[in-house]
């Protein structure tokens, strides 16, 4: 059975570096054809998706966010590590990670971990 | 950048069946495949289908997707209180490499 779980901070100063953790099990991210994703989600907005890595390290970055985002995996942890550099107050979301199964098309999220909401605030 | 488009809201009552569309701007966008999620209040998005059409495991098969030219549906039959939830589609663009989601819809069981 796949789970994802995401942790980190729940609250950061603007101007600090977000980092997120999601820890997965159920699945191996040296497996072809697999990857992990983050998406987030204002309060009462839709969601926003960051950034996805692949089983062979291939990595998708959103355009708008590009310039502050990166993520990378360690297999031996069974983890995926987004971080958010230069955060606002706008940056204020609950960030998800998700489970990619390229046998199931392009870019599918399933499952998703619970999410985790930061605020970002003085 | 391309987008997909969601009206903000649906209703029906129980029993009937409700169709939420989602219509992409760009035709790079529009020759994606579309995957559908329900988000139920507090809770994280849920799989319903993908490839335009395909539901995962576990997926009631009152919900069904489907697709022509840039315009993606998912019709819910039999409409249920537990349905009640923020429904959203998304496609990856692949002529710039992004995932796009549409706005969401909240429907409404009256």
């Known amino acids: 059975q796949i789970a994802l779980k995401e942790s980190g901070p729940t609250r950061v100063i603007p101007t600090q570096t977000l980092t997120l953790t999601c820890t997965y099990s159920?699945?191996?991210?040296?497996?072809?054809?697999?990857?992990v994703g983050w998406i987030r989600q204002p309060p009462g907005k839709a969601l926003e998706w960051l950034t996805h890595?692949?089983?062979?390290?291939?990595?998708h970055y959103s355009t708008s966010l590009k310039s502050r985002l990166t993520v990378t995996k360690d297999i031996s942890r069974n983890q995926v590590v987004l971080t958010l550099a230069n955060m606002d107050p706008v940056d204020t979301a609950t960030y998800f990670c998700?489970?990619?199964?390229?046998?199931?098309?392009?870019?599918?999220?399933?499952?998703w971990g619970p999410g985790i909401l930061v605020t970002v605030s003085s | 950048q391309s987008v997909l488009t969601q009206s903000p809201s649906a209703s029906g009552t129980p029993g009937q069946t409700v169709t939420i569309s989602c219509s992409a701007s760009?035709?790079?966008?529009?020759?994606?495949?579309v995957n559908w999620f329900q988000q139920l209040p507090g809770t994280a998005p849920r799989l319903l289908i993908y490839?335009?059409?395909q539901r995962p495991s576990g997926v009631p098969d009152r919900f069904s997707g489907s697709k022509s030219g840039s315009a993606a549906s998912l019709a819910i039959s039999g409409l249920q209180s537990a349905d009640e939830a923020d429904y959203f589609c998304?496609?990856?663009?692949?002529?710039?490499?992004?995932?796009?989601f549409g706005g969401g819809t909240k429907l409404t069981v009256l």
């Open positions: 760009s035709s790079s966008l529009g020759r994606s495949s």
């Open positions: 490839n335009d059409y």
């Open positions: 890595i692949y089983w062979d390290d291939d990595k």
């Open positions: 998304s496609a990856w663009d692949d002529s710039v490499n992004v995932l796009i």
């Open positions: 998700a489970h990619i199964n390229m046998v199931r098309g392009a870019v599918t999220f399933d499952p």
């Open positions: 159920g699945f191996s991210l040296s497996t072809i054809g697999l990857g």
